[in-house]
């Protein structure tokens, strides 16, 4: 079945930087598009950077200039650098392939100002 597990999570200060990684298996990686996900307490989860197999890629406006999507089909991973880190960048973050419903466990990132 799908496994997605996510890792590279921390507390860091603000202005930090971080890079998590999200490794999937049991799925054909190359042809699906990725995406990274986040959910801050008491806030809906909300999309932040989506790669598609062709290398494209979108952010969220928040985080445009400060974060960079990348994936490396050889290992299954997509990854998300994190740079000039926020308080407001705090959340689990998750990642997602395609439209599926599938989640990982997350990984937790905060950010103290």
């Known amino acids: 079945q799908v496994q997605l597990v996510e890792t590279g999570g921390g507390k860091v200060a603000a202005g930090d930087s971080l890079r998590l990684s999200c490794a999937a298996s049991?799925?054909?990686?190359?042809?699906?598009?990725m995406g990274w996900f986040r959910q801050a307490p008491g806030k809906e989860r909300e999309l932040v950077a989506t790669?598609?197999?062709?290398?494209?890629?979108k952010y969220t406006d928040s985080v445009k200039g400060r974060f960079t999507i990348s994936r490396d089909n050889a290992k299954n991973t997509v990854y998300l650098q994190m740079n000039s880190l926020k308080p407001e960048d705090t959340a689990v973050y998750y990642c997602r392939f395609g439209g599926s419903v599938i989640w990982g466990q997350g990984t937790q990132v905060t950010v103290s100002s």
């Open positions: 790669i598609l197999s062709d290398g494209f890629t």
């Open positions: 049991g799925l054909t990686f190359s042809v699906y598009a």
